[in-house]
Structure formats: C-alpha cells, structure tokens
C-alpha cells in the first residue's frame, strides 16, 4: 500500500529551524509531484510547496518565501522541508501530499493530491 510518513516536526522557539522528511513507500516516487501543506486549528489548509518530479520547486506560499525551502531526493524516495526562522504563526500540523504527474491538482489549496501523509506537528514559541 501506498504511504507517506512525515517525520521532524517537534516544539521549537521563534527563530529556530527544522528540517521536515517525508518518505514514501509502495509508489513510484518519481511520478508525482510532491507538496507540503499545514494547517492549524480554525483555519484552512494552505499550500506551503510544491516540487515536480524532476526537482524544481513550482509553488512557495507567500507567508513562507525565503524561508522554506523544498527538495527532494528520488533515491531515498524522500521530499524535504527545510525552515529557516521559525514564527509562532507556522504553528501548524504539517502534511506531505503527493500528485500524480500529468493530473489536475491545486499546491495551494492541496485539491488533486492523490496520497497523504499523517502530519507532523510543528509548534512554534514566542
């Protein structure tokens, strides 16, 4: 079956870093175009990036630029988050989503995004 497992969301104080990993099983990785979305309670689900097959990043939010920066690596079937400057508003549940190449999808909304991943939680300190 196919899964995603997103992993490195934790507590940290504005300002600080993560880097985010989601690994993928039972698909061909490199068929689909790969994206992280959040959202937080009451609000919702917003893009974050979006990364083509091949690797090069195709969406960035704007309450995100310069600051995420989205990759992956189709050998270890894995897509990156990294975020640099962390504010309490990135307080969110972070998803990978994957989107088969060639279909109709949505990397701000998420619509179209044919597998999830269970989240993981990034908490943001003042």
């Known amino acids: 079956q196919v899964q995603l497992v997103e992993s490195g969301g934790g507590l940290v104080q504005a300002g600080g870093s993560l880097r985010l990993s989601c690994t993928g099983s039972?698909?061909?990785?490199?068929?689909?175009?790969m994206g992280w979305f959040r959202q937080a309670p009451g609000k919702e689900r917003e893009g974050v990036s979006c990364?083509?097959?091949?690797?090069?990043?195709?969406y960035n939010a704007d309450s995100v630029k310069g600051r995420f920066t989205i990759s992956r690596d189709n050998a270890k079937n894995t897509v990156y988050l990294q975020i640099y400057s962390l504010k309490p508003e990135d307080t969110a549940m972070y998803y990978c989503?994957?989107?088969?190449?060639?279909?109709?999808?949505?990397?701000?909304?998420?619509?179209?995004?044919?597998?999830w991943g269970q989240g993981t939680q990034v908490t943001v300190s003042s």
């Open positions: 989503a994957a989107a088969s190449s060639g279909g109709h999808y949505s990397c701000s909304l998420g619509f179209g995004f044919t597998y």
């Open positions: 039972g698909l061909t990785f490199d068929d689909y175009t």
């Open positions: 990364i083509t097959r091949t690797g090069y990043p195709t």
